[in-house]
């Protein structure tokens, strides 16, 4: 009987534990419908069937691969023929004070309209960044900025300035409010992709999307504040 008792108590035990898991978790406080909203970087056509928001970090290795190899290729395919329009976002995990700074300039990049030279400048120097901190990593940026044609000194002067960090903020407050747990993570249509994937499974997706149809999401490589 004590047993019987005991067994029981243990099953409501974990009962009321999965209960109170799934009601004090903390749940998304935006919707997909959301991804676009107050966006600063956008590229292609603004009357695209499809659009796509990636949700990067700039010291993520999976963002860097998806940066580096793949994206060009959807860029050459969906984006320059009218296809898909593309949103950029930043999503710097908490503390991580140099990814912010990297959203930052890539911001000022973009008052010289070098917002997606700068964007792939930062992930192919991703290493010889990711250390500095400080005036030292103000002053690696600066250099950046001059190798794709700014001009250092006005681009240290916006970086200076702080103006650029809310916007970097509120891409990080957008991407917990959608329930984002690593990067990359990519919102199409709709619809939610975690991680990084080769470009034939975004070919799928986007044909898939631009035929109407949904997929589900397969996760692919990705990091988070608990997966580097």
């Known amino acids: 009987m004590q047993r019987t ?3 029981v108590v243990v099953i409501l035990a974990v009962v009321v534990a999965a209960i109170l898991f799934l009601v004090l978790r903390p749940k998304p406080t935006a919707s997909s419908a959301d991804a676009t909203a107050g966006a600063r970087f956008v590229i292609g056509d603004a009357n695209a069937k499809v659009t796509v928001v990636d949700f990067s970090n ?3 290795g999976h963002c860097r691969d998806h940066a580096n190899n793949v994206f060009p290729l959807i860029k050459r395919d969906y984006i320059d023929t009218g296809k ?3 949103v950029f976002r930043d999503f710097p995990f908490g503390g991580q ?3 912010i700074r990297a959203g930052e300039a890539a911001a000022c990049a973009a008052d010289s309209n070098l917002y997606l030279e700068y964007h792939e400048a930062l992930f192919r120097a991703q290493m010889q960044w990711a250390g500095l901190s400080g005036q030292a990593l103000n002053n690696y940026f600066a250099d950046l900025a001059g190798q794709i044609g700014i001009a250092p000194a006005t681009f240290s002067e916006c970086l200076k300035s702080g103006n650029k960090r809310a916007g970097v903020i509120a891409d990080q407050k957008l991407a917990i409010d959608l329930g984002l747990t690593g990067t990359p993570s990519f919102i199409v249509n709709g619809e939610t992709f975690t991680g990084q994937r080769p470009y034939d499974s975004w070919r799928e997706i986007l044909d898939k999307a631009l035929a109407g149809q949904s997929k589900g999401d397969d996760q692919g490589g990705y ?5 580097p």
């Open 58 to 60: 700039y010291l993520c």
């Open 5 to 7: 008792l005991f067994t």
């Open 97 to 99: 004070e140099n990814v």
């Open 84 to 86: 898909i329009r593309y």
């Open 223 to 227: 990091s988070s504040p608990t997966k």
